[in-house]
């Protein structure tokens, strides 16, 4: 039994040692090392990253395939994961460009920012940025983050407005993804704002399936959809007005280190951002539902 | 690093109220213990039927390492998906994260108790039948309790694995000490991610030898290792 035991506490104090030393170190070090290793010629390709979820993907994927297009060596390092995560990306090089939402970049850069229409949230972006990240011209495509209920739970409830669930929020449950619980734009702006205090808050995955099912299934009473999720149309979901603006203004903009922006990269994707807007976006992510990303992104860049 | 560790650790606000390191904890042993008792429900039976009549044998063995082969989170999110649709209220999150712990809880328990059926000294078990007793007298009275230490290692090795693996129910939504991780990754807080992964380590100890200290209760002083020679 002592044998055992010595194992078992050798074995446990091993892996807290291993896991302490994860902790400190840069946890995209390991999977997001997808060094450029030179896109022939000696030229460094540009890597380009995306979040963890399927509309940043496919639009990745079309900023590849427009770089691709002009002869911009790249690279893809797609799924990376939140803002959170590929941040730390750009920072140490493993990323050089991503497509990001105008609203909540501005608020993770700045905590204090406070435009919530388009323009003035661009500008203040632009404020925020640090020298070494630069936006290019942002699309008129915005995916914001909304608070959405079933038809049934807004009809029985009476619901137009956010602001509607105050005094039902004690009863229901709000299903989000993880960060939710922390960021401004999630629990804690939900109260501030609009005073919701929800009896409680599931985390699921963002934008995900499993938070689909379980709105229409009832194992939580609202939930934070992206508005250009196919899912909300498919399922008549209602999406609960913002009329605060709690979420702010996130129209699709490319994020990429100042030193890899050339003239060409910048007109290829300013291109792209000119003929990107809401509507063929949400198209779009009706097809990626069963087409490789990579082929819509195709079709749209060939059609440019 | 380690000071930030600490400090989450030691924070008077991670301790109480909803969603707090009790509260998980609490909720991380109780998703372990359902899924351990399942698991044993069915392994156990099993074992001793196999260990006992030495039938089915290598239909067993390959049924056990296939078992270990299954990955877990791939499991947990086809379940996830099939079951949600289907049931109702906490047990839809709560069944698939279930089902992952049992199949994973399985193997250590179905070899343990097998091996240890399959390992009774010959000549207990011949003078248990020179004595005249049937079969089911020699199951439960001889090689039950020899079998014991064998049994127990396995119930232990089953429950550190479902201990460690119960951290991906936070995955799909469940609450238990993963949530921590998840959470913690997910807000950038590496403190509380780091903590959640030492709480789940510190649980599986404790817990192994909450079970150590039953086993001795339980096993013969004459099967302890010390005096076996």
């Not at chain 1, 990745?60 to 790249?74: C, F, M, Q, S, T």
């Not at chain 1, 985390?203 to 250009?228: H, K, R, W, Y």
């Given at each position: 039994?002592?044998?055992?035991?010595?194992?078992?506490?050798?074995?446990?104090?091993?892996?807290?040692?291993?896991?302490?030393?994860?902790?400190?170190?840069?946890?995209?070090?390991?999977?997001?090392?997808?060094?450029?290793?030179?896109?022939?010629?000696?030229?460094?390709?540009?890597?380009?990253?995306?979040?963890?979820?399927?509309?940043?993907?496919?639009?990745?994927?079309?900023?590849?395939?427009?770089?691709?297009?002009?002869?911009?060596?790249?690279?893809?390092?797609?799924?990376?994961?939140?803002?959170?995560?590929?941040?730390?990306?750009?920072?140490?090089?493993?990323?050089?460009?991503?497509?990001?939402?105008?609203?909540?970049?501005?608020?993770?850069?700045?905590?204090?920012?406070?435009?919530?229409?388009?323009?003035?949230?661009?500008?203040?972006?632009?404020?925020?940025?640090?020298?070494?990240?630069?936006?290019?011209?942002?699309?008129?495509?915005?995916?914001?983050?909304?608070?959405?209920?079933?038809?049934?739970?807004?009809?029985?409830?009476?619901?137009?407005?956010?602001?509607?669930?105050?005094?039902h929020a004690p009863n229901l449950v709000l299903g989000g993804p993880s960060e939710w619980r922390d960021r401004y734009t999630g629990v804690p702006g939900l109260k501030e704002v609009y005073g919701l205090e929800f009896s409680s808050f599931r985390p699921l995955d963002a934008g995900s399936t499993l938070t689909v099912e379980a709105l229409l299934n009832g194992q939580i009473d609202a939930a934070n959809i992206f508005t250009t999720d196919p899912a909300i149309a498919q399922n008549d979901f209602v999406v609960l007005e913002d009329p605060e603006?709690?979420?702010?203004?996130?129209?699709?903009?490319?994020?990429?280190?100042?030193?890899?922006?050339?003239?060409?990269?910048?007109?290829?994707?300013?291109?792209?951002?000119?003929?990107?807007?809401?509507?063929?976006?949400?198209?779009?992510?009706?097809?990626?539902?069963?087409?490789?990303?990579?082929?819509?992104?195709?079709?749209?860049?060939?059609?440019? | 690093?380690?000071?930030?560790?600490?400090?989450?650790?030691?924070?008077?606000?991670?301790?109480?109220?909803?969603?707090?390191?009790?509260?998980?904890?609490?909720?991380?042993?109780?998703?372990?213990?359902?899924?351990?008792?399942?698991?044993?429900?069915?392994?156990?039976?099993?074992?001793?039927?196999?260990?006992?009549?030495?039938?089915?044998?290598?239909?067993?063995?390959?049924?056990?390492?296939?078992?270990?082969?299954?990955?877990?989170?791939?499991?947990?999110?086809?379940?996830?998906?099939?079951?949600?649709?289907?049931?109702?209220?906490?047990?839809?999150?709560?069944?698939?994260?279930?089902?992952?712990?049992?199949?994973?809880?399985?193997?250590?328990?179905?070899?343990?108790?097998?091996?240890?059926?399959?390992?009774?000294?010959?000549?207990?078990?011949?003078?248990?039948?020179?004595?005249?007793?049937?079969?089911?007298?020699?199951?439960?009275?001889?090689?039950?309790?020899?079998?014991?230490?064998?049994?127990?290692?396995?119930?232990?090795?089953?429950?550190?694995?479902?201990?460690?693996?119960?951290?991906?129910?936070?995955?799909?939504?469940?609450?238990?000490?993963?949530?921590?991780?998840?959470?913690?990754?997910?807000?950038?807080?590496?403190?509380?991610?780091?903590?959640?992964?030492?709480?789940?380590?510190?649980?599986?100890?404790?817990?192994?030898?909450?079970?150590?200290?039953?086993?001795?209760?339980?096993?013969?002083?004459?099967?302890?290792?010390?005096?076996?020679?």
């Amino acid at each position: 039994m002592n044998r055992r035991h010595s194992t078992v506490l050798g074995l446990a104090l091993a892996g807290v040692l291993a896991l302490s030393a994860c902790g400190g170190g840069d946890p995209l070090d390991e999977e997001g090392g997808e060094e450029a290793t030179g896109g022939g010629g000696g030229e460094e390709a540009l890597v380009i990253g995306s979040a963890n979820f399927p509309e940043n993907v496919l639009l990745a994927e079309i900023y590849a395939a427009a770089l691709g297009d002009a002869g911009v060596p790249v690279e893809t390092n797609l799924n990376i994961g939140n803002r959170e995560a590929y941040m730390l990306g750009l920072e140490d090089g493993s990323i050089d460009l991503i497509p990001e939402y105008t609203g909540n970049l501005t608020l993770y850069l700045n905590e204090a920012a406070e435009e919530t229409e388009s323009e003035a949230v661009y500008a203040e972006l632009q404020e925020s940025l640090p020298d070494n990240l630069t936006v290019l011209d942002m699309a008129e495509a915005e995916d914001k983050d909304s608070v959405v209920v079933t038809r049934e739970t807004a009809d029985e409830l009476g619901l137009v407005a956010i602001g509607d669930l105050a005094p039902h929020a004690p009863n229901l449950v709000l299903g989000g993804p993880s960060e939710w619980r922390d960021r401004y734009t999630g629990v804690p702006g939900l109260k501030e704002v609009y005073g919701l205090e929800f009896s409680s808050f599931r985390p699921l995955d963002a934008g995900s399936t499993l938070t689909v099912e379980a709105l229409l299934n009832g194992q939580i009473d609202a939930a934070n959809i992206f508005t250009t999720d196919p899912a909300i149309a498919q399922n008549d979901f209602v999406v609960l007005e913002d009329p605060e603006a709690l979420f702010a203004a996130q129209n699709v903009v490319p994020l990429i280190s100042t030193e890899k922006v050339t003239p060409q990269i910048e007109e290829v994707l300013n291109n792209v951002s000119a003929n990107l807007t809401t509507e063929n976006l949400t198209d779009m992510m009706v097809q990626v539902q069963d087409t490789d990303p990579a082929e819509v992104a195709r079709e749209f860049v060939d059609a440019l | 690093m380690i000071a930030t560790i600490w400090a989450w650790l030691t924070d008077p606000a991670n301790w109480s109220g909803a969603g707090s390191i009790p509260d998980q904890t609490l909720e991380h042993l109780r998703l372990s213990f359902i899924a351990l008792v399942v698991a044993a429900l069915i392994a156990i039976p099993i074992g001793l039927y196999v260990g006992h009549t030495g039938r089915g044998r290598v239909v067993l063995v390959n049924i056990v390492s296939a078992f270990r082969a299954i990955p877990s989170l791939g499991v947990l999110f086809i379940a996830a998906l099939l079951l949600l649709p289907r049931l109702k209220g906490e047990l839809a999150f709560e069944l698939p994260s279930l089902i992952v712990l049992v199949l994973l809880g399985m193997p250590p328990i179905l070899s343990g108790v097998y091996a240890g059926i399959q390992q009774v000294d010959p000549a207990a078990r011949d003078a248990a039948r020179g004595m005249g007793m049937t079969g089911q007298q020699r199951l439960w009275r001889v090689e039950v309790p020899c079998a014991l230490p064998l049994i127990f290692s396995g119930l232990r090795s089953s429950m550190l694995q479902i201990i460690a693996t119960a951290t991906i129910a936070a995955v799909v939504g469940l609450g238990g000490l993963g949530r921590f991780l998840i959470d913690g990754q997910a807000n950038r807080k590496y403190d509380e991610m780091a903590g959640g992964a030492i709480l789940v380590a510190v649980l599986a100890l404790l817990v192994d030898l909450v079970f150590a200290a039953l086993q001795r209760f339980a096993v013969s002083p004459g099967l302890a290792p010390a005096a076996r020679r």
